[in-house]
């Protein structure tokens, strides 16, 4: 179906059950979010929140909580949309087969953004805080937009085609903001709208933005999208929305037709308040920093608008869709832009960017008596240099030899690396570099380390499944070891106080498993504050283990030592404590979670998802 607007998304979802609407009045401060929580736990539907107090907008949640409605959205032009995608990669495929592909050419010029004259009929303006203020998590610094559709031009080649529109968080409310004039836009300088912003203060002007808000879901997944080379975000959400972006000039900043919102301002050069706290992707807060202020011009909504938001936090998350939606879409991109690749994961389960999985090829060493890593740490430096996959922290790469290996089965390819890896060898590090921002692991704020786990071959060990017996004779404060996965021991260590002290503790540690003798079947330890926590299921591992830990600086090794520059170890040992840098993880308010519950009893209107939680 191809939806004009938000409502009749809802409309539909509603008439095919995948939408409730939630009659009680809600609360925007904490409860619609804990609501959502709460039914995204479950597998629920989407959520219509009628009565938002202190707004006269509805809102909507929970739209993509499931692959399976997200691709039900999307149901009369996933097929077309894949095509002309797959056409961007591989444009042979159109020659080779002209009549399968003799539709596609129709849907790519029904996706073409389309002009009109002024300001859309069914628009007013409002303020910023008409709309339904929502803020998700205890210590967030106030509002913000968790769907934005943040929309910039080029300076030096203005026009919608070469326009960048972005999913950068925005703050409506808190801080030093001055209400309903001024709010926060929070992204990094190498994103579109940063090199917009550059360019622009080059010039010494103010760079004019827009954030779109809700209109056809097709534009809210438009703003995560990595497109190929050439096709520009408008026209992508045209063109999975089966009609054309319409939009208008207003006062000199673009205005979206479809959009339920649309807040315009202007950016000037180094202008900048303190944004945040905000409850993240990778299940922390991300602190209080200096980011881009965007002076409000003009807010409009449309008549009866919907607000459509989500809840960030530990994944998996709603936007975890997002993720799987986008790899069907352009699973082959990372093929054609890195020779060599078969399969890149990031995994959801560490945070997305603090973890990388990956298969490629090897064939440089085919006549060496023993295989070792070559072309793949070609593939892996490729892989760290490109779009968001150069925010990993750790990747873990192999290439297929005589079994097939599967990068999204995250145990199965763990397994195969550590079988296979030399760890005198394979661990390739680079310090003193670039991780995500909203990873407070470093060393500061976009600063840490990378480091590469690169295996192939034939095993060169049998990973034991049992606590080896030299992690029962450790020293005082390290006890409680349980095994993980197979050749992956957690290790319960004391409360992390500073680096000094960790020299110290590291030397009692490998000299205590050094004396026990070889401990070649365990090649991977891992110490945190709660073996119990960490080994109750093996996404609290990925979770705490990679979210937690800093490579240059939480990398130790039984039998460790550097010849000609290059660091290995026998055993790797993963130091994934929290430590005092490092930013708190969310939790919920229980209060509200406790409040909430109104709602799902047999009266509620949620009363239908008691029995699922």
């Known amino acids: 179906m191809t ?7 809802i409309t539909d979802l509603e008439n095919a059950g995948h939408l409730i609407r939630i009659t009680e009045e809600v609360d925007p401060n904490l409860e619609m979010a804990a609501i959502h929580l709460r039914a995204f736990e479950s597998g629920g539907p989407a959520l219509y929140f009628e009565n938002v107090k202190g707004s006269k907008y509805g809102a909507v949640s929970n739209l993509f909580g499931t692959i399976e409605r997200s691709k039900y959205i999307f149901r009369d032009t996933w097929e077309s949309t894949q095509e002309v995608i797959g056409l961007r990669n591989e444009p042979m495929k159109a020659l080779k087969q002209p009549h399968r592909y003799a539709g596609t050419g129709f849907a790519a010029r029904k996706a ?49 085609m070469n326009a960048n529109l972005g999913m950068y968080r925005i703050q409506l409310s808190g ?17 579109g709208i940063g090199v917009h912003q550059s360019k622009a203060a080059k010039r010494g002007q103010p760079l004019k933005v827009s954030c779109f808000i809700g209109g056809p879901p097709a534009h809210t997944l438009s703003a995560v999208m990595p497109l190929p080379e050439g096709l520009s975000e408008l026209t992508f959400a045209g063109l999975l929305s089966g009609r054309h972006f319409r939009y208008s000039y207003v006062d000199g900043y673009c205005v979206s037709h479809d959009a339920d919102f649309v807040i315009t301002g202007e950016i000037y050069p180094d202008e900048t308040k303190p944004e945040g706290p905000f409850g993240d992707h990778l299940g922390y807060y991300s602190l209080v920093h200096e980011f881009p202020m965007m002076r409000v011009h003009k807010v409009y909504a449309k008549k009866n608008a919907v607000y459509p938001f989500t809840v960030v936090g530990r994944p998996p998350q709603e936007d975890t869709a997002f993720g799987a939606l986008i790899h069907e879409l352009t699973g082959g991109a990372v093929k054609q832009e890195i020779p060599g690749v078969k399969e890149v994961h990031a995994v959801d389960a560490a945070g997305v960017h603090p973890l990388l999985l990956a298969v490629g090829s090897e064939r440089y060493t085919p006549y060496q008596p023993v295989k070792r890593p070559a072309e793949i740490l070609t593939i892996a430096n490729r892989i760290l240099g490109t779009g968001q996959l150069s925010l990993a922290k750790y990747l873990f790469i192999t290439a297929e030899d005589d079994i097939p290996v599967n990068a999204h089965d995250i145990q199965g390819l763990f397994a195969h690396v550590l079988e296979r890896i030399d760890l005198q060898r394979d661990l390739h590090f680079q310090t003193n570099t670039t991780i995500d921002t909203l990873d407070y692991s470093g060393t500061g704020l976009n600063s840490g380390s990378k480091v590469i786990f690169a295996a192939v071959g034939k095993p060169i060990r049998k990973l034991t499944t049992e606590v080896p017996a030299a992690l029962e004779y450790l020293p005082k404060g390290f006890s409680h070891p349980v095994m993980s996965m197979p050749g992956v021991a957690l290790l319960q ?44 299921s093996f996404d609290n591992f990925l979770w705490a283990g990679f979210t937690r830990s800093n490579p240059s600086h939480d990398i130790h090794g039984v039998h460790a030592g550097y010849r000609h520059k290059h660091w290995g170890c026998d055993n790797v040992i993963i130091d994934a404590r929290t430590k005092p840098h490092q930013a708190p993880p969310l939790v919920q308010d229980p209060d509200m979670t406790a409040h909430i519950e109104r709602l799902f009893t047999p009266s509620g209107s949620l009363g239908i998802l008691r029995a699922k939680r």
């Open 112 to 160: 073409l953004p389309i002009k009109k004259n002024g300001l859309p009929a069914d628009f007013e303006e409002v303020r910023i805080s008409d709309l339904p203020m929502i803020k998700s998590w205890p210590n967030d610094g106030g509002a913000f937009v968790t769907l934005p559709q943040v929309y910039s031009e080029d300076p030096d080649k203005p026009g919608v």
């Open 493 to 536: 260590a004391p409360a992390f106080t500073d680096y000094d002290t960790v020299e110290s503790e590291m030397e009692a540690l490998t000299k205590a498993i050094e004396a026990q003798g070889p401990l070649d079947d365990c090649p991977m330890i891992v110490l945190c504050d709660d073996t119990e926590f960490m080994g109750a």
């Open 3 to 9: 939806y004009r607007s938000m409502q009749e998304c």
């Open 175 to 191: 801080n030093d903001y001055e209400q309903d004039r001024e709010i926060g836009v929070h992204y990094q300088i190498h994103r």
